[in-house]
């Protein structure tokens, strides 16, 4: 399974942005998708998670970031009401029932 991340940018305290994440290969024995992110200094920390109807958030994202499994190949992340504590690599990845696979990263940056 190969995943590509797209999406990332620069933008202010309070806007939006929408990653999307696409999946090739081997995508019908993929159980699960989500999101990771890691900010300089820390630990990379699992931001969502879908499988089957589960979503999953973490609780700094909860109410703000919606996780969605568009189809068995794109994943998507919507993002509102961003923090600059929300800055990090993000990264998508998928699990089938042997391993779990990584895309690149993809950079977000929220500042003013």
């Known amino acids: 399974v190969q995943l590509q991340a797209s999406g990332g940018g620069l933008v202010q305290p309070g806007e939006s942005l929408r990653l999307s994440c696409v999946a090739s290969g081997g995508v019908f024995s993929i159980n699960g998708m989500g999101w990771y992110r890691q900010a300089p200094g820390k630990e990379r920390e699992l931001v969502a998670f879908?499988?089957?109807?589960?979503r999953k958030y973490s609780d700094s994202v909860e109410g703000r970031f919606t996780i969605s499994r568009d189809s068995k190949s794109m994943l998507s992340l919507q993002m509102n009401s961003l923090r600059p504590e929300d800055t990090a690599v993000y990264y998508c990845?998928?699990?089938?029932?042997?391993?779990?696979?990584w895309g690149q990263g993809t950079q977000v940056t929220v500042s003013s």
């Open positions: 879908s499988t089957g109807s589960i």
């Open positions: 990845y998928a699990v089938d029932s042997t391993q779990r696979y």
